[in-house]
């Protein structure tokens, strides 16, 4: 009878703490992390190609507007509030007219 009642406590105690073991969360991050470093050397009349060398490969191109790229970085925590940042830079032709934070 003993060994029984040990057995269900024991038993009770190992489901119990099953909870406990599922609540880890994940970080989430999409996008391109575009630190302030880059965005200092990111200058009016530079050329698609030099953009694309600096800050990698735009997430956003949009084929109505392909004088536009678009970098957009997002990430959650677990625990934290979800930040997000983007980046529009605007091309006329082939050279940056206009950044847009």
């Known amino acids: 009878m003993k060994k029984r009642l040990f057995l269900l406590v ?5 489901i119990s703490s099953l909870p406990a073991c599922s609540s880890y969360k994940m ?3 999409q996008g391109n992390v575009i ?5 200092s050397q990111l200058k009016l009349g530079m050329s ?3 953009v694309q060398d600096l800050l990698g490969t735009a997430l956003m191109q949009d084929d109505f507007l392909a004088n ?3 970098y957009i970085f997002y990430l959650k925590k677990a ?3 979800p930040t997000s940042k983007s980046l529009a830079i605007i ?3 082939n050279v940056v007219q206009q950044i847009i934070q």
């Open 10 to 14: 024991f038993l009770l105690a190992g």
């Open 68 to 70: 536009r790229w678009d």
């Open 48 to 50: 698609r190609s030099q």
């Open 91 to 93: 091309f006329k032709g």
């Open 79 to 81: 625990g934290k509030k």
């Open 35 to 39: 630190e302030a470093e880059q965005i």
């Open 27 to 29: 970080d989430i991050q």
